[in-house]
């Protein structure tokens, strides 16, 4: 079905020029029937011409008579021979060539504050192309030193309501993909565990195995602590230049008590 060219503008005429009800304008203009009679009584459309559906080729005037004649009745457009306008594609949003220098700060706002979004999603919110994206996200933009992150939203590349989207849309993506990335990094370090080393088992002995014997110590350790403690304090503390000089006196001194304290038999 085609749309109806100049609705307000079809609607001034028709409250003008017809018998026709407000809802019967409104249903075929696409408003509301109180808008419509608003437009009746001068409160809205102030100012716009009429246009006359008939002379356009949108309307014929059996039409018109037919739906004068029973309100229940409602417009219907007249096929036309004229080619429609095509709808435009999906594409690049076209940004006015005084708000194109400001694209490059919006992205790197983007970037910062909300790392969810995609390069899809930021070309798609902004206009620009992924090698742009990239290159300001690796710092190799050609004016990266001077780049001052704003939002989208305050230089008028975007609306509120479209960035709020575009963020919610991220968002639930992200929350969906965070598990399966906690499972994927769970089955990588259990799959990395390395295997456990055997125990170390000792040969056993054979028919003509003979044991090392092992040396004794050089010096038991006496029964008594004190008496082996003064022992090693006086074996480390005594020169070994004082060692002869020791063992003569001991030699001299060396008697019996009767040699050093004689007595008158």
Request: charged share 25%; proline share 3%.
């Given at each position: 079905m085609s749309l109806l060219l100049m609705p307000k503008a079809t609607a001034v005429w028709l409250v003008d020029n017809t018998m026709l009800s407000f809802l019967q304008i409104g249903d075929f203009c696409n408003l509301h029937e109180l808008e419509v009679?608003?437009?009746?009584?001068?409160?809205?459309?102030?100012?716009?011409?009429?246009?006359?559906?008939?002379?356009?080729?949108?309307?014929?005037?059996?039409?018109?008579?037919?739906?004068?004649?029973n309100p229940a009745e409602r417009l219907k457009i007249a096929k036309t021979d004229i080619p429609q306008p095509v709808a435009r594609q999906k594409g690049p949003r076209y940004t006015p060539v005084s708000k194109r220098a400001d694209k490059p700060d919006a992205i790197a706002w983007l970037l910062r504050n909300q790392p969810d979004l995609t390069d899809a999603q930021i070309g798609r919110l902004i206009g620009t192309t992924k090698p742009t994206i990239n290159a300001i996200r690796d710092r190799t933009h050609w004016n990266s030193s001077n780049l001052q992150p704003r939002s989208p939203v305050e230089v008028g590349l975007c609306s509120h309501q479209e960035l709020h989207d575009a963020v919610v849309i991220a968002a639930t993506k992200a929350a969906k993909r965070r598990p399966k990335d906690a499972e994927a990094t769970e089955e990588t370090a259990e799959t990395e565990v390395p295997e456990a080393v055997p125990a170390y088992e000792a040969p056993q002995p054979g028919p003509n195995f003979q044991s090392v014997p092992q040396p004794e110590p050089e010096n038991e350790v006496a029964a008594d602590p004190m008496a082996a403690a003064e022992a090693l304090f006086k074996k480390t503390d005594e020169p070994e230049d004082n060692k002869a000089d020791d063992g003569e006196e001991e030699k001299a001194g060396s008697g019996t008590l009767a040699d050093i304290w004689p007595t008158n038999n």
């Open positions: 009679q608003a437009i009746a009584d001068g409160e809205v459309a102030i100012g716009i011409v009429g246009l006359d559906p008939v002379a356009n080729g949108q309307l014929t005037k059996e039409e018109i008579e037919r739906c004068e004649a």
